[in-house]
């Protein structure tokens, strides 16, 4: 009788370390909100139809733009959302608005946040497109951080590549 104790209370300890690792390992994002934001989605949305959602978020250690879309996009689409939105992204006012006075305030000892851009298909669990860059320092005076160098993934190279147009040297 024992022996059944015994084994009912490592499998309680056992669920209940499952239940801790499970929600340690979700990512909780805080939508990002201000007039800014809401005039690019609006923009955005206008000049494609195809999207039915736009997420602007962050969570440590990156600030992203999320997009749901009605349909797959093809490639010039795609590179037309991609280059409207990391020029947002990577503008003095989102740097200030977004960057510095929200991410920052909320996670200050994780310094200069990934910018991501992910195209999600209606329906489909997993992204379409996801881009990515990591920061750099900036050689510069100010020390600002640069976004240059864009990475694509995609379900068929999840992998990923450098994007091949990202020459942007965008500082904050």
């Known amino acids: 009788m024992s022996g059944i104790k015994h084994c009912s209370g490592i499998l309680h300890v056992v669920?209940?370390?499952?239940?801790?690792l499970f929600l340690t390992a979700?990512?909780?994002?805080t939508?990002?909100?201000?007039?800014?934001?809401k005039s690019?989605?609006?923009?955005?949305e206008q000049d494609f139809p195809a999207i039915q959602k736009t997420e602007i978020r962050y969570a440590t250690p990156r600030v992203e733009v999320a997009y749901t879309v009605k349909t797959e996009p093809d490639e010039e689409e795609i590179h037309?959302?991609?280059?409207?939105?990391?020029?947002?992204m990577t503008s003095p006012s989102f740097q200030s608005e977004i960057?510095?006075?929200?991410?920052?305030?909320?996670?200050?000892?994780?310094?200069?946040?990934?910018?991501?851009v992910t195209?999600?298909?209606?329906?489909?669990?997993?992204?379409?497109?996801?881009?990515?860059?990591?920061?750099?320092?900036?050689?510069?005076?100010?020390?600002?951080a640069t976004y240059a160098q864009w990475y694509v993934q995609t379900p068929d190279d999840t992998v990923g590549?450098?994007?091949?147009?990202?020459?942007?040297?965008?500082?904050?």
Do not use: H
Request: charged fraction near 30%.
């Open 15 to 20: 669920n209940i370390l499952a239940l801790i």
């Open 26 to 29: 979700c990512t909780s994002y």
């Open 31 to 37: 939508n990002v909100s201000s007039e800014e934001v």
């Open 40 to 44: 690019f989605r609006q923009d955005i």
């Open 80 to 88: 037309r959302l991609f280059t409207q939105t990391t020029v947002f």
């Open 99 to 116: 960057i510095d006075k929200q991410y920052r305030r909320k996670y200050p000892s994780w310094g200069d946040p990934e910018l991501a």
């Open 119 to 144: 195209v999600t298909l209606r329906g489909k669990d997993i992204s379409a497109y996801q881009f990515t860059c990591k920061p750099e320092k900036s050689e510069s005076d100010s020390g600002n």
């Open 161 to 172: 590549k450098p994007y091949p147009d990202s020459g942007m040297e965008n500082e904050k």
